[in-house]
């Protein structure tokens, strides 16, 4: 999958890059039988605890089982955060992070906790 920087990302306020097409090709290639389960449904076990306990959910099911409901995963990177980043569920918790000094990238990840489904679906500046 081709990743933007976030020195990219950041170039323009309120900046934003959305990975729809990225999305497609990967669930074009899975049901050509290009690509395995095992490739497109690999989500890092942390990523999906965060799913399980600290996501919200979206509308629509998995595009790969087709039956769990997706959920979206938010981290911020930036200044006086953890290196791993911040997980947020919240409008509350953005703004928060937002009236902070210096530029913070969000990452939207969307995540199936049933088969480990999971994509960057955009990625922001606050």
Same mark, same amino acid.
């Given at each position: 999958?081709?990743?933007?920087?976030?020195?990219?990302? &950041?170039?323009?306020?309120?900046?934003?890059? &959305?990975?729809?097409?990225?999305?497609?090709?990967?669930?074009?290639?899975?049901?050509?039988?290009?690509?395995?389960?095992?490739?497109?449904?690999?989500?890092?076990?942390?990523?999906?605890?965060?799913?399980?306990?600290?996501?919200?959910?979206?509308?629509?099911?998995?595009?790969?089982?087709?039956?769990?409901?997706?959920?979206?995963?938010?981290?911020?990177?930036?200044?006086?955060?953890?290196?791993?980043?911040?997980?947020?569920?919240?409008? $509350?918790?953005?703004?928060?992070?937002?009236?902070?000094?210096?530029?913070?990238?969000?990452?939207?990840?969307?995540?199936?906790? $049933?088969?480990?489904?999971?994509?960057?679906?955009?990625?922001?500046?606050?």
């Amino acid at each position: 999958m081709g990743f933007i920087p976030s020195e990219l990302i &950041n170039t323009l306020p309120n900046s934003e890059v &959305n990975y729809r097409l990225e999305r497609k090709r990967v669930l074009v290639k899975y049901a050509s039988g290009e690509a395995s389960i095992h490739e497109v449904c690999d989500a890092h076990p942390e990523l999906l605890r965060a799913a399980h306990n600290y996501a919200v959910p979206m509308e629509g099911n998995c595009p790969i089982c087709e039956e769990a409901t997706l959920v979206v995963v938010t981290y911020v990177f930036g200044p006086r955060l953890p290196s791993h980043g911040r997980c947020v569920n919240s409008q $509350k918790d953005l703004d928060r992070i937002r009236k902070r000094k210096g530029t913070f990238t969000c990452y939207e990840i969307e995540v199936c906790t $049933k088969c480990s489904w999971n994509h960057l679906s955009k990625a922001f500046t606050l």
